[in-house]
């Protein structure tokens, strides 16, 4: 039983650029939402998709937008990136009627220089 | 508003000694509670979890926590840890929406 997966696993860019991640949700599972984690801090709720709309949103710009596709799978873009993008990114899956169960991906480690 | 706090930020614990990660949230209703454990250079691994029912919850790898309503925490115990338990330790809550907030981590650090 494949758990999540995301894509890539290490990417670096330079200010002013855009960048796409992706992550494949755990089998079975049909919600995903997505984390930045600065390092040395917790995980921030940036947004959660579920049936490919954006459910609910946390405190993070609109430079940061989704997509989820019809297998479920989905993407993070982030336009114009600043220094601060720089962290670990993280994809969790769970299925709706069980939305605060997530399960982690490896998360993909983005630099900003 | 919920928020976690995490009250130690770094434990250094010798191999075979008990540990416990303190973990107190603010809610003013029913939360749901979980710990995950992220070791270096990986994502999270959900450690264990609070729905609801008996208040001392079981984990793996040996680890157990504790729900506590009246004093609002959640403190993570292992009665004997091992050198592969150093890794980074998060507390997280969820007021049954779509999000977890975490906490600040906890870093402990087994030597032998």
């Known amino acids: 039983d494949a758990g999540v997966t995301q894509s890539p696993t290490h990417l670096i860019k330079t200010r002013g650029q855009q960048v796409t991640l992706r992550c494949s949700p755990k089998?079975?599972?049909?919600?995903v939402s997505w984390y930045q984690q600065a390092l040395g801090q917790g995980p921030q709720f940036i947004f959660q998709?579920?049936?490919?709309?954006?459910?609910q949103r946390g405190n993070f710009p609109d430079r940061f937008s989704g997509h989820q596709f019809p297998n479920y799978s989905s993407e993070l873009n982030v336009n114009a990136l600043l220094l601060g993008d720089s962290a670990l990114y993280l994809c969790?899956?769970?299925?709706?009627?069980?939305?605060?169960?997530?399960?982690f991906g490896p998360g993909t480690r983005l630099t900003v220089t | 508003a919920q928020s976690v706090t995490q009250l130690d930020s770094q434990v250094p614990v010798f191999e075979e000694a008990p540990v416990e990660l303190r973990c107190n949230y603010s809610?003013?209703?029913?939360?749901?509670l979980f710990w995950y454990v992220q070791y270096p250079n990986q994502g999270l691994q959900l450690l264990l979890k609070y729905l609801s029912g008996s208040t001392l919850v079981k984990g793996i790898n040996g680890f157990e926590a504790e729900f506590n309503k009246s004093q609002t925490s959640f403190h993570l115990r292992k009665p004997s840890v091992h050198i592969s338990d150093t890794a980074e330790y998060f507390c997280?809550?969820?007021?049954?929406?779509?999000?977890?907030?975490f906490g600040a981590g906890t870093t402990v650090t087994v030597r032998a």
């Open positions: 998709y579920y049936e490919e709309e954006e459910r």
């Open positions: 969790a899956s769970s299925l709706r009627s069980r939305s605060y169960e997530q399960y």
């Open positions: 997280a809550v969820s007021l049954n929406d779509y999000k977890l907030s």
């Open positions: 089998s079975g599972h049909d919600t």
């Open positions: 809610s003013s209703v029913s939360v749901y």
